[in-house]
């Protein structure tokens, strides 16, 4: 009999500066024509449980729930905890994803990350790799206790979220190299076909 597939919560960031793009926010960027932020909910529909942690202006699905982290722009760490205390208030999921939502081709990660955690070796945690590149922790599937208790009593205004899981026993999970490349720049929103 095969592993059950897991049951998981969703923290998708959308809350960045975009300050390399002149502050055009990266979530409204399109790809034939869904922005990034449809793009990553759509890869998480089959998720417990949804936050999206950003500005309170893109309209989102019913049932997805939204917050902020605080103080504002204060980074992808700090928005994970505010991710993680929006969605304690639903029942409880085993697994919980972060997705950074300028990742164009992350719904090619998803299912890799949860089979990953399906069939996988033990671990509190499973982290995108694409080939001949580093580790994503804004690509990732964690142990939702694990991950909670990494943020418990500490400020995670301004500092990195490698600085919050580097310590955690995680797996490596190798995915295309598309599904991880984020978008920073202009080149960047050329390079994915973006408007």
């Known amino acids: 009999m095969s592993a ?3 049951v998981f919560h969703a923290v998708v960031l959308a809350g960045g500066r975009s300050a390399r793009l002149g502050g055009r926010p990266k979530a409204r960027l ?3 024509g869904r922005t990034l932020l449809e793009l990553t909910l759509d890869a998480v529909r089959e998720a417990a449980g949804v936050v999206v942690v950003g500005p309170p202006d893109p309209v989102l699905p019913e ?3 939204r917050t902020r982290e605080d103080p504002p722009f204060s980074g992808p760490a700090a ?3 505010a991710g993680l205390r929006a969605l304690e208030g639903l029942p409880g999921a085993d697994w919980t994803m972060t997705l950074a939502c300028d990742m164009p081709g992350v719904a090619g990660a998803v299912p890799l990350l949860l089979e990953a955690a399906r069939t996988g070796p033990d671990a509190a945690g499973y982290v ?3 080939p001949g590149g580093h580790r994503q922790p804004l690509a990732a599937l964690y142990r939702s206790d694990v ?3 990494a943020y418990t009593g500490q400020d ?6 490698f600085s919050f899981v580097r310590g955690l ?3 490596d999970v190798t995915v295309p190299e598309d599904t991880t490349a984020d978008v920073d720049t202009w080149d960047d929103v050329q390079r994915h076909h973006l408007t």
């Not at 995670?156 to 979220?161: C, I, L």
């Open 169 to 171: 026993p995680l797996r």
């Open 147 to 149: 991950l909670r208790r």
């Open 79 to 81: 928005g994970i905890a």
């Open 128 to 130: 995108c790799v694409p």
């Open 30 to 32: 399109r790809q034939e």
């Open 4 to 6: 059950p597939r897991p």
């Open 63 to 65: 049932g997805v729930l």
């Open 156 to 161: 995670p205004a301004d500092r990195s979220v």
